[in-house]
């Protein structure tokens, strides 16, 4: 056997051209990747002991569909992964961008720290040079003040001789008997107010002798010398400002420079990271594709009727679809619904669902009559997971009963998993076997059972058809 698609003339009897013609171009296509591969020989050297190209063909075709689900396995599950790292490089992401944005804030307020700072430098120089200038007018006080003192000395000294001439005068005066009398008693009244203004300008001198005591100090304080062991505290006070906030400012400076190459590092990784999940988005798009390719191989040799192992599921769910076709029509001549129930697309949310319910009109009618197919298909096999009938968007009415439970408040987790009766289902997979119109439609499935955990399964559906419309689709999903 040296060419693979050279069997598929000799299988044309029996099958459909449409049929005929996919199952050959995909053929032809899994012929040169097995090749490639290096399956190819092991499969003809296997199939090459069978008694006719019918029998080599299905054989291949065969063991060609167990490739490909173990195909849908891995891509399934690499694409999980692509997706999972995919959120987390976003997450990442978002987290790096914030965090740059906080950098931003940090370096403006860095930006804000050095204005005041300068700002403060600015003013102790203004106080410096204002304080300078108070220490020249404090020189002048001490200047004028020591004039006063110098005044009041002299004061002193004319009272202090006033007194000892009006002394003499009063002694003359008492000589002089009574003619002197009148003189007298102007001399002693000379004599007490020059002894007054003596005591009054020695207090004038004390008081200067203080206050230029006092300004002396304050000179001293606030003297400016070259030497700084020599400067005045106050001076040292303004130094030591200075020099606090001149470290302050260069500490921002210096945080700021390092908040700006960390801003533009984390810009960076952003890039890298969003270049990062772009990729990753780009794989997630060519595992589909090839999850895809892989779903229609399989499908295409199901339809040429060769047994796989998911023959059994593929005729239990078109079984099962199109009696629940039947009892949908049977509903509808015993007058127990119309079409316009059937068909009802106005979905009342469910208050207080958490995840989110809906009711129809047709959803009274679904719990009467669907269960009775549902629970009968996930008797088939162990491996059966669900069996469920939706309409065309994905609403499930009812669920097997098993998932039909009450939601508990609060408690998404346990909802999600076992409350999944009047959801809306309209994911790709969902999606897609609610609007088949096909025979059947096989697919892959990551089930979302709450909590970020998923179930990978297949699934198998077939077109729900009332009254010459489709209505939906059979769902039946099992393991791999």
């Given at each position: 056997?040296?060419?693979?698609?050279?069997?598929?003339?000799?299988?044309?009897?029996?099958?459909?051209p449409e049929?005929?013609?996919?199952?050959g171009?995909?053929?032809?296509?899994?012929?040169?990747?097995?090749?490639?591969?290096?399956?190819?020989?092991?499969?003809?050297?296997?199939?090459?002991?069978?008694?006719?190209?019918?029998?080599?063909?299905?054989?291949?075709?065969?063991?060609?569909?167990?490739?490909?689900?173990?195909?849908?396995?891995?891509v399934?599950?690499?694409?999980?992964?692509?997706?999972?790292i995919?959120?987390?490089?976003?997450?990442?992401?978002?987290?790096?961008?914030?965090?740059?944005?906080r950098?931003?804030e940090?370096?403006?307020?860095?930006?804000?720290?050095?204005?005041?700072?300068?700002?403060?430098?600015s003013?102790?120089?203004?106080?410096?040079?204002?304080?300078?200038?108070?220490?020249?007018?404090?020189?002048?006080?001490?200047?004028?003040?020591?004039?006063?003192?110098?005044?009041?000395?002299?004061?002193?000294?004319?009272?202090?001789q006033?007194?000892?001439?009006?002394?003499?005068?009063?002694?003359?005066?008492?000589?002089?008997?009574?003619?002197?009398?009148?003189?007298?008693?102007?001399?002693?009244?000379?004599?007490?107010?020059?002894?007054?203004?003596?005591?009054?300008?020695?207090?004038?001198?004390?008081?200067?002798?203080?206050?230029?005591?006092r300004?002396?100090?304050?000179?001293?304080?606030?003297?400016?010398?070259?030497?700084?062991?020599?400067?005045?505290?106050?001076?040292?006070?303004?130094?030591?400002?200075?020099?606090?906030?001149?470290?302050?400012?260069?500490?921002a400076?210096?945080?700021?420079?390092?908040?700006?190459?960390?801003?533009?590092?984390?810009?960076?990784?952003?890039?890298?990271?969003?270049?990062?999940?772009?990729?990753?988005?780009?794989?997630?798009?060519?595992?589909?594709?090839?999850?895809?390719?892989?779903?229609?191989?399989?499908?295409?040799?199901?339809?040429?009727?060769?047994?796989?192992?998911?023959?059994p599921?593929?005729?239990?769910?078109?079984?099962?679809?199109?009696?629940?076709?039947?009892?949908?029509?049977?509903?509808?001549?015993t007058?127990?619904?119309?079409?316009?129930?059937?068909?009802?697309?106005?979905?009342?949310?469910?208050?207080?669902?958490?995840?989110?319910?809906?009711?129809?009109?047709?959803?009274?009618?679904?719990?009467?009559?669907?269960?009775?197919?549902?629970?009968?298909?996930?008797?088939?096999?162990?491996?059966?997971?669900?069996?469920?009938?939706?309409?065309?968007n994905?609403?499930?009415?009812t669920?097997?009963?098993?998932?039909?439970?009450?939601?508990?408040?609060?408690?998404?987790v346990?909802?999600?998993?076992?409350?999944?009766?009047?959801?809306i289902?309209?994911?790709?997979?969902?999606?897609?076997?609610?609007?088949?119109?096909?025979?059947?439609?096989?697919?892959?499935?990551?089930?979302?059972?709450?909590?970020?955990?998923f179930?990978?399964?297949?699934?198998?559906?077939?077109?729900?058809?009332?009254?010459?419309?489709?209505?939906?689709?059979?769902r039946?999903?099992?393991?791999?």
């Amino acid at each position: 056997m040296d060419d693979l698609s050279a069997l598929a003339p000799q299988m044309a009897a029996g099958a459909s051209p449409e049929v005929f013609h996919q199952l050959g171009i995909i053929t032809r296509q899994l012929h040169d990747t097995l090749t490639q591969l290096g399956v190819m020989p092991k499969l003809q050297l296997a199939a090459d002991g069978l008694p006719d190209a019918r029998s080599r063909l299905n054989y291949i075709a065969s063991k060609t569909s167990d490739a490909a689900n173990k195909v849908l396995n891995s891509v399934d599950q690499a694409k999980a992964d692509h997706a999972h790292i995919a959120s987390e490089t976003r997450r990442i992401a978002q987290a790096v961008s914030a965090l740059a944005q906080r950098v931003q804030e940090i370096t403006r307020s860095q930006e804000a720290i050095g204005e005041v700072t300068q700002a403060s430098l600015s003013a102790v120089d203004r106080a410096r040079e204002a304080v300078e200038g108070v220490g020249q007018e404090v020189s002048l006080i001490v200047s004028t003040l020591r004039q006063v003192a110098d005044a009041a000395g002299g004061i002193t000294q004319i009272a202090l001789q006033t007194r000892l001439v009006a002394f003499n005068a009063s002694v003359e005066a008492k000589r002089a008997g009574e003619a002197g009398r009148g003189f007298g008693v102007v001399a002693d009244a000379v004599k007490d107010l020059a002894a007054k203004v003596e005591a009054s300008s020695k207090q004038i001198m004390s008081t200067v002798a203080e206050l230029n005591a006092r300004i002396e100090s304050l000179a001293t304080e606030i003297r400016t010398e070259a030497d700084a062991a020599q400067q005045g505290a106050f001076h040292r006070a303004l130094a030591d400002v200075q020099d606090g906030v001149g470290r302050i400012s260069e500490a921002a400076g210096g945080s700021r420079a390092i908040c700006a190459d960390l801003g533009e590092r984390m810009v960076s990784i952003e890039g890298e990271m969003r270049g990062t999940g772009a990729a990753l988005d780009a794989a997630m798009t060519r595992s589909e594709s090839f999850l895809r390719i892989s779903e229609q191989l399989i499908e295409t040799v199901a339809q040429y009727g060769i047994q796989t192992e998911d023959t059994p599921y593929i005729q239990a769910a078109r079984q099962a679809a199109a009696r629940i076709s039947q009892l949908l029509e049977g509903a509808l001549r015993t007058g127990n619904a119309t079409m316009a129930d059937l068909f009802d697309e106005a979905y009342s949310p469910v208050p207080g669902s958490n995840p989110l319910q809906h009711t129809t009109r047709f959803c009274a009618l679904a719990d009467r009559l669907f269960p009775q197919v549902q629970e009968q298909a996930l008797a088939i096999s162990p491996k059966v997971v669900y069996c469920i009938a939706v309409d065309r968007n994905g609403c499930v009415p009812t669920h097997n009963q098993k998932y039909c439970q009450p939601q508990r408040a609060g408690d998404v987790v346990w909802n999600t998993a076992n409350s999944r009766w009047r959801r809306i289902f309209n994911d790709r997979t969902g999606l897609a076997s609610a609007r088949n119109e096909r025979p059947f439609l096989l697919q892959t499935y990551r089930r979302d059972m709450g909590g970020g955990h998923f179930s990978l399964m297949k699934e198998a559906a077939a077109p729900i058809v009332v009254g010459g419309r489709h209505w939906g689709g059979l769902r039946l999903a099992f393991q791999f």
